[in-house]
């Protein structure tokens, strides 16, 4: 459904904070994600950095992420055995069940995670339950999303985005790798 991806990617972020992302991506049955975020956000400037590995089917299968903020410095090792259970810092999280995707609110890149595992069809829609890590605290909680293919050939992709738990719905813009272009009120693809 999706090309190969690049080798690096980055994106502006703004309005809901202001920064810049850059990952890069290496290939070896899956993908590693290897990207960092620097912000500031309502006056208080964080970073946050990651290592994600997916693999061959886009799952999630570990995740390492360190961050700085007010609140100080956090790091937080997640793996998953690809089937939806999870191990936070080495302790099991059943409340994590059925998640598999890690998305971070720091980026934008971690919204390729699950399309590219659903190869959905226009009019199609997928649940996509995440692991969702906090910018500021790296704070580990599940977030509930759902994604809906909406339009699109093989160069340009569009799906509906919905979060409800942030009362959060937009659409998002794709490109032929399967990464994110437009991200509304969020970030805006540059490289």
Known sequence: MFAELPPHAAWRHQDAHDGFETVFFTSAGGYELAGCTAAVERGEAWFVQYAISVDAGWRTTSARVRGRSRLGEHEVRIAGDGTGHWDVDGVPVPELD??????????????????????????????????????????????????????????????????????????????????????????????
Do not use: K, M, W
């Open 98 to 191: 059925g998640c598999l995707d890690v998305d971070l609110e720091s980026s934008a890149c971690t919204n390729a995670l699950p399309v590219h595992r659903f190869g959905l069809s226009i009019g199609d829609r997928a649940d996509a339950p995440a692991v969702y890590v906090r910018a500021l605290d790296l704070r580990v909680e599940r977030l509930e999303q759902e994604y809906r293919r909406i339009a699109g050939d093989g160069a340009h992709q569009r799906f509906d985005y919905r979060a409800p738990a942030f009362d959060f719905a937009c659409e998002l813009e794709y490109d032929e790798t399967g990464l994110v272009l437009e991200y509304p009120g969020i970030a805006t693809r540059v490289l």
